[in-house]
């Protein structure tokens, strides 16, 4: 199923639905995830480059055997090396940087996002990639909860 959504005048979201296995949340896993997503979204459009006047954002739910992974993509510009500045953003996807989830300053959504998630669930996962200049925030949810 392929739908697009215009959110805001410029701002196109294409989503891909590829789920053949349904999910269940508890209501504040749901509620977590929803608020991930609609940060990721207000990320996406702030750090999206523009085409032909227009921002895209894909969305993307993959199935696996274990998980359902939610990938949101927006191209970006990066200026220098793409490994050196995906590195640099998942090293922000660790508990070093816990105080970015106080701060009101910019620069911080992925930290914020993935500390949300961590601390309501452990059935959640969140990766970031870089792939032909498209920023890529995957967010993973276990369908079962697991202990660590």
Same mark, same amino acid.
Request: proline share 1%; hydrophobic share 35%; net charge negative.
């Given at each position: 199923?392929?739908?697009?959504? /215009? =959110?805001?005048r *410029?701002?196109?979201?294409?989503?891909?639905?590829?789920?053949?296995?349904?999910?269940?949340?508890? @209501?504040?896993?749901?509620?977590?995830?929803?608020?991930?997503?609609?940060?990721? #979204?207000?990320?996406? $459009?702030?750090?999206? /480059?523009?085409e032909k006047?227009?921002? @895209?954002?894909? =969305?993307?739910?993959?199935? @696996?055997?274990?998980?359902?992974?939610?990938? =949101?993509?927006?191209? /970006?510009?990066?200026?220098? *090396?793409?490994?050196?500045?995906? +590195?640099?953003?998942?090293?922000? #996807?660790?508990?070093?940087?816990?105080? #970015? +989830? +106080?701060?009101?300053?910019?620069?911080?959504?992925?930290?914020?996002?993935?500390? #949300?998630?961590? *601390?309501?669930?452990?059935?959640?996962?969140?990766? $970031?990639?870089? +792939?032909n *200049?498209?920023? =890529?925030?995957?967010?993973?949810v276990?369908?079962?909860?697991?202990?660590?």
């Open positions: 199923m392929l739908k697009t959504t /215009v =959110i805001e *410029n701002v196109i979201i294409d989503f891909k639905n590829n789920i053949y296995k349904e999910i269940q949340l508890t @209501y504040i896993e749901a509620r977590a995830l929803m608020t991930s997503i609609y940060n990721a #979204l207000i990320n996406s $459009v702030k750090y999206s /480059v523009k006047g227009n921002i @895209y954002i894909n =969305i993307f739910i993959d199935n @696996y055997e274990e998980k359902l992974v939610i990938n =949101i993509r927006n191209p /970006v510009e990066i200026d220098g *090396n793409e490994t050196d500045f995906i +590195s640099e953003i998942k090293e922000k #996807l660790s508990d070093k940087y816990t105080k #970015l +989830s +106080s701060t009101e300053i910019g620069g911080t959504g992925i930290h914020k996002i993935y500390n #949300l998630l961590k *601390n309501v669930s452990n059935r959640f996962q969140t990766d $970031v990639d870089i +792939s *200049n498209q920023f =890529i925030l995957k967010i993973g276990m369908y079962e909860n697991t202990t660590d």
